[in-house]
Every structure is written in C-alpha cells, then in structure tokens.
C-alpha cells in the first residue's frame, strides 16, 4: 500500500538538505530567472550582429517510462536486491526523516534548557511526545510537539508541524558526537524578528527539506488557503527516490510486462557518468525547482536550475564557500571529464566510502598507472605510489598523508557538519595568496609563517610556468578587472575542454566585457551541448544585446529539449512577444507559459509571487500585478522587494499616499534596511524632495556599500543636485572597490569631463583600454586622445 501523510517540510540546515546559510533572497531571486534583461550600454557603443546561425538544439535520447508507472510498496525489492537493501538499512538515507519517537529522537529531552544570546528553548517530554518550549513568530513563549527527527549524524535536527501543515524546522540541533544542543546560528542574534528564526518562510521545510529526505515527496500548496498538503510515499530516501517508480519492474520481474532498462526509465547500474550524477545532484546541488516534485527519467535542468559558481557561493577556484553540496564542484573535476561517477568511490545505498582511507583513490591512482574501474578514461594515469611519503612529504599516520586531505579540504557547515570539497584540486599556497583563496597547505599549517609554506612547497614540487592563466586566474583578472582580462577570459572560453560549470560561470563575466568577440562566443555557446551553457548563454546574449537585436539569435532556444533552457529563452524575449517571431510565436507562448506554470508551481515562496506579478505587468495582464505583490507579503511580510514593488506599482497607478503609508510602515519596522532607504530615496525624488533624498540615498550606500546600484544612483543624484565633486567622490570610491565596473567607470569619465578634468578621463580610459581593448565605447576615442570628444 501506498503511505500517504499530509506533511510539510522545513528549510532548516539538515545533514541531505538544499539548504543555504545564509539568506536565501538573492540566490532564489537569481535561480527563479527574476528580472527582466536589458541592453548592457550607457547611451553610446553597441554591438553588431554577427553572422551566426544557431540552429535548433536537436532534441536529446532519453528513454521514456511506459504509461502509469508508479510507485510501489519498496518492501518487495528485498525479495531480490538482498544485499542493496541490508546496505541501505541504517543508512544516511534510509534515516534521513523518522517521526520522532524513544527510537529515532537521539536529543535530550528530560527537562533541559538551551539559551543562546536571544532566546531560551525548553525541551521535555509531555503526553507521549517530545515537545520544545520556545518563542513563536510573535516572540511569546509556546508548547510545540515535535513531529519529526530529521537527519542521524553528526547532528539532528527537529520539526515542529503547525496547522496549516507547514513543518518549521528548530534553529537549534542535536550535536550527536558531543552530546549537547547548539545553535546553528550563534552569535547572529537570531530572534523572532530575524528571518532566520524557526517559525520564518526561510526555515519552511516543505520547499527546502523534505523532498531530499523522502521518496515521492509533492509539496501541494495550494495558495488560496495559504496551507500545505503536503505527501510522501515513505520517509527517508528510497529505492525509487533514485531509480524512480517501480510498477513496471515489478511488471517485468513477472513477466507480465517487457520493457527496456528492466521496466525503469533508465536503469542506473547501466547509465553513463552525466545521468547517474544528475540523479544524485537532484538532492546534492544547489538548485531552485521548476516544478513539484522531480522526473527520474529526465535531465536535470528538466526539474531544477542548479548554481553556476557565483562569487556568494564558490571561492574563485571554485571551491565551496557557502553551503553547495557536492554537484558543482564534481563537475568542475578532471575525474568527472574522465567518467568518473559518485558510485565509483560511494556505496550508493549505504552512502559508505567502498574502499576506507585511500585506497578508494588508489583504484585509479596506483603503481599500476591503470583504472580498476571500467569505463573511466585512464589516459594521463601516472604509474606511481601515491601513499609514498615522497609523494605526499608527510609521515605515514599524519593527517597530510591522506589523499583527501590535500585534494578534497573542506569546510564546516550547520556548526558541526564536514564537508568535503569535491573538486579534487591540488594545493598551491602561492597561487592561493594571490587569489584569497583557500588552500589546504595554508589552512594545514595556520601554526607557520606564510611564506615558510610557500617555500618548502617549492622545494618540494618546483615552480607553476603556465604561460596561460589558468581558469581561477582568470577569474580573478575578470572580476578585479586587471589589465589583460578579456584576452585570458577569451582564450578560456574558446578552450575545447572547458568544463560546463566554468563556461557556464565565465559568460556570466561577458557582459562586464562588451565586443563583437563577446557576443560571438556567446552566440556559438547557444548550440553547447550542456543546457547549463546554452542557458547562461541566453542571459549572457541578453545582457549583451537590446531586446529587439537578440530575437533572431534566442529564437531557437525556444525549442529546446531542456525546461530551463526554454523558459530562459522566453523570458529574454517577452517584450518581443508582440512583434513577429514568424514560425516561433507558438513556441514562445508554451515557453512563457512554462515559465509561468514554475513560478505558479512555488507560489508559496513570496520569490515567485514577485516573478508572477513582475511577468504579468511586463505582458500587459495589469489586473494581476497587485493581487500576487500583496500575495508575496503574506507568504513573507518580511521580503522587502516585493513591498517596494507594490510601493512603485501604488505610485504609477495614482495612489502615492497609500504607497507612502506602506513605505513608513516599512521603514518603521525595518530601520536599517537598504532596499527601504533606497526605494525611499526615489521616492523622494519623484516628490521633489532633493534634500531628504539625497539622505536617504547616502543612508542606503552606507548600509551596503558593496552594492553599486546604490552608491550609483547616490551618485548620479549628487550630480544631478549640482554637487559635482561628491558625484566624483563617490564614484572614484566606487572605482576603487570595484574596477571591474563599466558603468561606473563610464560616469566617471563623463563627469570628469564636464568638470574640464580631461587628463584623468583618459586615464580612466586607457585603463578600460588595457582591460577590454576591444570595448565598443573605446572605438569612439583614439588611444591617447583627450576625452572631451566621447558623447555619452
């Protein structure tokens, strides 16, 4: 029989969950595809079209399930898969979610208190159950029942399940190697006010947890009443949360049925590499859903949009940073481009190591110089003792003897939880100073003089003369805006053997670099074989060029065979859709509804609430702009962007004072946030408030002086008020910290040349020239001329 239980799940940090640290707002706005694109320039230098044909991607093999698949009663698999099933029992996975009972609640609840430096929490036993006392969304103390352990090792979480079926997960977990409760926020003075509290839509599980903690999760939130639904087939992963629903191999097993694959949409045991770590990355990535629930038979951008390596989650070599799982950095691997896939080196079923300590590496990496694994690529194995101390320079026993040690260092998350970097790098302390990255060298030997690090690795492993900077240096000349920038990220980009995450995380870099060669490589990249390029190609050639010039390029992308691609390319075309886009405007119409069917498909998140109300005033459906903004304030009163869209939308429809209410209101409660300091600032200036804006706006790029957009817009307002040589200050400032910035850059010159300081215009120039020679702007001034003459 099928177990079927309404329940939710909690986006607290947990041991298998997509879970991120810190606030989710900038990664979900991003994943969600928000934000209309724009053309890149500032009133002069545009790009010509080049003569690129892109035909349409031509759909991918992937092998279909038979009709009414289903899951099924996973107690019959131990009827043939004896030794899978007794791997899996006691597993990771099998105890990923229990309801809390004396067997899987491993926390003391005998009447204890925690208190961290807001908040006291109870925890004790009442009626049979395990209940917490705590403060609630209002910050009053309450009685909650736990409804569910969550996670075994090396900590434990705990969720408590409201009545409108939402499961809230405890800021505060079981340590279950020391025996005590921690925080897993200490020291950010986490209370009821703070989005990270227990009771906050950013600790709701039914989005962010549970679906990797069961099989056959769907979330059902259905946004008229504001409540979950929520069903599982069976806690804890599963057979079929890998292999997918089961009917038809039982059907096969039979013989009552045939079928490929044993009557599987694919059988693992038999896919290559890219498809089983897909399987895995649907849980281990960083991702955002387009839809409920998951497809096992198709790709992953079917059902997710999974993380380039942005600068907030991945270091500049692409190590992780913020809580990213395993997906991104493994396919960044020399191993993964090898063939290498998770089963080689994990029991998928027990998630143990197959082989303890090194020799799980020592299958490929041995004296023999030759895989013990078939189909991996062993061409460039070197036959050597790897466990040799001539190799690793540490005495046997020695933490730096361990392969993983130095190849695969890592990082704490959720306090007490190690997790090891799959990338599989090699250490470079010199490398690593120069970056600010880390290295496991560095982080080994905190007890040395850096430089005594760097010196003994030379001695030991000579000297890096790559001639060519290397995809993290490149990297860092791009985002520091270095002179010889876009010649490195060029040649990167045109490499053949370019990983796809690495491609995919350079075009992002494009737009910061305009040329005819930029938007060439981004037009050739729309026909890449990994979707994840052909999307951030689509973004790429969108912020590269002006909606109606990008039509005949993105048009195919339409087609597709991946959900992400196509709904990509939709959304860099809405404001086409009016025009003709001859044999594709059928095409368009199912893309945007797709685009539409994901965000109706998390409209319990306020994220997609916003994309909705945002996608409807771009597509003239203005009755259903406020009805989804206001929505997005109930799901989270605390998402900002979505009360200062409401502020604007209230303002171009004539309702300026019930706009300002709100925008008081909101300053009110949240007096140190810099979108409301922002937002009130153009407020102001549509009032013709110049003085109290200018306030307001200073306030804003004081709060967050990292973010350009508002120290620009302080800028501009400056200079607009008639304080030219602020407007220059804050530019200059701005320059500093981020050279790589054209925009800025840009308005720098041209106010350097209204105030008749035409030398250092072309300074400024000369530098762009020396980072981006091929800038389109720089076409208008002749190298060494005076500025005077750039019309901006």
Known sequence: MSKRKKRVASPAQSPLASRPTRSILSVIIGLLLLGLGGGLFIRSGTLALPGIRVEPTQPEQIVQLLPFASLVDETQCAGCHVQQVKDWQGSHHQLAMQEANESSVLGDFKDVSFKDDRETTRFFHKDGGFWVNTPNQDGKPADFKVAYAFGIAPLQQYLI????????????????????????YPGQGVDFKNPLHWSKPQQNANFMCVECHTTGFRRNFDPAANRFASQWHSLGVGCQACHGPASRHLAWTTKQAGGVNAGFAQELSKVDNLTEVETCARCHARRAPLGDGFHNEQRLMNDYLPSALTRELYELDGKIKDEVFEYGAFTQSKMFAKGVRCSNCHNPHSTALKVSGNGVCLQCHNLAGQSGIAGIDAKGLQAKDYESPEHHHHAQGQAGSQCAACHMPGKFYMGNDFRHDHGFSSPDPVRALKLGTPDACLGCHRDRPEPQVVEQFHRWYGEDKLSVPRYDETLWLVRNGKPGATRALFQQLESRDLPAIHRATLLAELPTYPSERALKIAAIDLANSAPQVREAAI??????????????????????????????????????????????????????????????????????NLNLAMLYQANGRSAAVEPYLRAALQRDPDFLPALVSLVQWLHSNYREEEGRRLLDQGLRQHPQSTLLHHANGLALIRKGDRAGALQALAMAARLEPQNTQYGFVLAVALHDSGNQQAALEQLRSMLQRQPSNRSVRLALVEYLNEAKQYSKGIELLEELRQINPADPILQTVPSGSGSSDLNH
């Open 161 to 184: 399940e409201l009545s409108d079926g939402r499961l809230q997960a405890l800021g505060l977990a079981w340590n279950t190697e020391k025996h005590v409760w921690f925080h897993l």
């Open 539 to 608: 973004k790429a050639i969108a912020a590269l060029l002006p909606s109606e010039q990008r039509r005949n390029l993105l048009v195919p992308l339409l087609n597709d065979p991946v959900r992400a691609v196509r709904i990509s390319a939709a959304y860099e075309l809405l404001g086409l859709h009016d025009m003709s886009l001859g044999n594709y405007e059928k095409s368009w119409g199912k893309a945007i509804g797709e685009y539409e069917t994901v965000q109706l498909s998390v409209q319990e998140r306020a994220e997609a």
